[in-house]
């Protein structure tokens, strides 16, 4: 190939620079242009370590009007996710927005659109799909080994944004973030166990609580009851307030035994079969990038590729946007007392 893809990354917070940043930089199909922060120094620090040629700016605007991108990732707080993404897509570029990609359900509707009218690719950061982990659990499942998924359960917890994100205050405050751990962890397991079971969630019943982050404006922990269209039933939840441990694990119920998926790195599937009475250990692949300080997840990569039409997007905004579906249902259950049923 002889064109690179011009990218540019607005947002140089933690996940810009842990992430998205250094997975371009070692994309062969794509040349990180520009870099974005109303921080200007934090771009510079980014490039500095990934990207020496980029031109930075604290301003998006600006950078879409100059720098003629094709792509664009948008690793913002939760709130400009969606004027940010719209103006990129505007603007020409491919977008990769993070996650949850909206903090509504018309936000999510109106950057679908904006992609489907401009034809350019809306890709969500749904990272969990890309986990090693996570993608030999769909390779297993879609074996047929496991027989139909009756029961899933998924958590995902840690201790808080702030042991993530230091500078990242936004993270508990309502009107930049809209959800607390519901979207921040549980859009993340909500978008995995409808990657993983291919099934989608007719009715959600929720609770929140804020415990522990005393002086947020959004909850610090979700728990909630699901059913799928098929009639398959499960549980989510998400926390910030999980100590001595990261919970981040799913586990499948099926026909033919319990399929229990651990994403630490280096961690084996394990299935527990009933017949034939077994116990199968599915070593997980290393990781795609391997690059100092790497996630392996070549997510930045991935989305290019997907722009050159070189593979399928592993995670559309369509996909991105049913998966947000969940978690506001699951917040409107939480602040009604009844469950709620989604449209399909
Ligand atoms: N997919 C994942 O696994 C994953 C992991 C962590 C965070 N995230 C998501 O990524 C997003 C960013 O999270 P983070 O942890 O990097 O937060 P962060 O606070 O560390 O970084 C956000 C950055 O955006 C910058 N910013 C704010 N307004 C801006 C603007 N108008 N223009 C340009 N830059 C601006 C801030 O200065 C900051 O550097 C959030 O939506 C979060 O939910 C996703």
Known sequence: MSKKLRVGVIGCGAIGSRLHVPDYSVCPYAEIVALCDIIPAKAKEVADKWAPNAKIYSDY??????????????AVPNYLHAPITIAALKAGCNVLVEKPMATSAAESRAMVDTAKKMKRLLMVNQSQRRFPAHVKAK???????MGRIIHVTAQFGHAGPEYWSPTGKWFFDKKQARFGAMADLG??????????????????????????????????????????????????????????????????????????ICEIPGKPLVANLVNPHCEIVFLVPPPVTNYEGSWGLDVSGAFVRACLGMEKPFCTGEEGMKSLDVILAAEKSALTGRSVKLKH
């Open 187 to 260: 859009v993340h397991k909500a978008d995995l166990v409808r990657f993983l079971t291919g099934k989608e969630v007719a009715e959600v019943s929720a609770y929140t609580a804020r415990l522990e982050k005393k002086n947020a404006t959004v909850e610090d922990n979700f728990v909630s009851c699901l059913k799928f269209t098929d009639g398959t039933v499960g549980t989510l939840c998400s926390s910030w307030t999980v100590k001595g441990m990261e919970a981040n694990y799913t586990i499948l119920h099926c026909a033919n035994g319990s399929l229990r």
């Open 61 to 74: 605007k600006k950078m879409l009007k100059e720098a003629a991108l094709d792509c664009v990732t948008v």
């Open 139 to 145: 390779e297993v499942i879609d074996s047929g080994i």
